[in-house]
């Protein structure tokens, strides 16, 4: 399974999480269905990590489209722009930092307990989607992403199943089932050019603009 298509994957299954936030309040199915995409996103996060050319172009790309999709993201969840609760590329731009200054010690020079703390902390002040809990999940896949795929994914899972006792909600725990998917990633990017990478971003505040204009409707 290439990198496009866990993309298409995570694509359908948030859209259909977000679909049942928005216009199926109570209807567990979607939300279900809904928790396989964050998984393969923090996945996603941490291979485009390791194979970027330039980290910095990586982050601006992260935070242009976080204030982009801030607008959409409120308007489509809370019918006003506000901030409460910010967008989940502002949660995978904090997790880039984190990986990013975990990794290089030598310049930074912080302990990793302070650098856990900060992104933590950070997620919880600026109330990004998935609070620090999404910090957790990108780390976990950050630091095991060396170990053999199916140790690697048994300890993914350990991690979340924990991490997920904390947010206190049972339907949590089925981000469990982004790991079959992730199991068959063989490495290959599959088709790959601008257009199709923009496209992708392109769609998280354009199906949430959307949603936004139907429920208003």
Excluded at 125 to 148: C, K
Aim: charged share 15%.
């Amino acid at each position: 399974m290439s990198v496009f298509a866990l993309k298409i994957i995570a694509l359908l299954t948030m859209m259909v999480d977000h679909y049942g936030a928005i216009f199926h309040k109570g209807v567990d199915i979607y939300r279900i269905i809904g928790r396989i995409a964050f998984p393969i996103y923090c996945f996603l996060l941490v291979e485009g990590y390791f194979h970027t050319k330039d980290i910095k172009k990586y982050a601006k790309r992260l935070f242009i489209f976080a204030l982009i999709s801030e607008i959409a993201f409120d308007l489509a969840f809370y019918g006003e722009i506000g901030l409460t609760h910010q967008n989940i590329f502002f949660t995978l731009l904090i997790g880039l930092g984190t990986m990013y200054v975990l990794d290089n010690p030598e310049k930074y020079r912080i302990k990793e307990g302070y650098v856990y703390s900060l992104a933590g902390i950070t997620a919880i002040i600026l109330g990004v989607d998935y609070s620090f809990i999404g910090i957790i999940y990108i780390l976990a896949f950050h630091y095991t992403r060396n170990h053999p795929n199916a140790i690697r994914l048994t300890r993914v899972a350990l991690i979340l199943f924990i991490t997920n006792l904390l947010t206190l909600s049972f339907n949590q725990h089925f981000a469990l089932l982004a790991l079959p998917f992730l199991y068959f990633y063989n490495g290959e990017l599959g088709p790959k050019n601008k257009v199709l990478q923009y496209l992708f971003y392109i769609a998280y505040p354009l199906h949430l603009i959307v949603y936004y204009l139907i429920k208003v409707s």
